[in-house]
Structures are given as structure tokens and as C-alpha cells.
């Protein structure tokens, strides 16, 4: 597994090594010792979640203010643009954003630790997202923050007249309003 560093240095993209031939390929999505000694982290997982969407739904950006998920993303089919944003108030780098291209074809994962807001942009017809995470759902610690911040400012890619919303991502507060981490 290839690892690289992001612009926010906890959030790590995940090339896992991938053998193919004229039959298909082969790899390994998930093993927690090539994890733990390629990133460092020691992640335990409790829950896996799979989200289907059609293009230009955008999904988040989401986080739980207590027991935070750390979250392993990935794509098997379809497209997606992923951001994380840093909402730890003491960290120097609270309020910035990362964003990667997930797709089937390229196979690679995002590691988001807990402190980090969660979404993502679908860029093909759907898309099947899955990710891991370390804490469960709780729906009363669960939050969000709108997806077009200025203060964040993601570049959100190809999004063309407005992206498709649930009513929660709808009405998220602003990062200056919201609920975040110390």
C-alpha cells in the first residue's frame, strides 16, 4: 500500500496494491496490520456504511462533536470529489480543506481521523460510496456544516447549478456558527 500525506497531514490517501490481469484484479481493501504499520494510526472499526447517489449529490460536510468517527473511504463504483475539513479549534490548520478524486478505477481510500468534517461530490451518473468508522453513528451528536462556506471555501469541482441537498445540508449552520471540536 502506497500512503501519501495530504496538505492536512493526518488526512492520508490510500493506494492499496492492486494485481489484475485479463480476468479482473485482486487486492486487499482492508487488512489492520498493513494499515496500522504503512500510516501509523491504530484504527479499530465498529461500523461500515455504503451510500448510493446519483451525480451532483453532495453529501455533507458531516461529523459527530462526541465520540468522533474516524473514517476510511472509498469508491467501488462511480466517481465522487471527497473533501475533509480540519475543525479542531487548536489546530493551525482548523478551517482548511483537502480534496481528492475517489473512483472504482482508481481504487484509493481516504483516511479522515476524528476532528475532521466528512463529504463528498458524486461525478458520475451514481456512485457507490463505503466507508469504515471508528465510532458508531449517534444521531445526537451528529452535525453538519453547509457545504459552501465562504470561510471554508471548498472548490467543490463541477458542481453546475447548485448541487442535489438533503434538507439537513440545507439548512447547516455556517463554520463560525457551528458546533465544533476544542
Known sequence: MEVTRTLLPEVLVLEPTVFGDERGFFMESWNAKTFQQATGVDATFVQDNHSRSVRNVLRGIHYQVE??????????????????????RSSPDFGKWIGTELS?????QVWI???????FLVLSE?????YKSTQYWIAEFDRSIVWNDPDIAVDWKHVHDGPL???????APRLRDAEVFP
Request: hydrophobic share 35%; aromatic share 4%.
Open 67 to 88: 465520540k468522533p468517527q474516524g473514517k476510511l473511504v472509498r469508491v467501488v463504483s462511480g466517481r465522487v470529489w471527497d473533501v475533509a475539513v480540519d475543525l479542531r
Open 104 to 108: 472504482a478505477e482508481n481504487k484509493k
Open 113 to 119: 481521523p476524528p476532528g475532521f468534517g466528512h463529504g
Open 126 to 130: 451514481t456512485a457507490d460510496v463505503l
Open 165 to 171: 441537498l438533503s434538507r439537513r445540508d440545507q439548512d
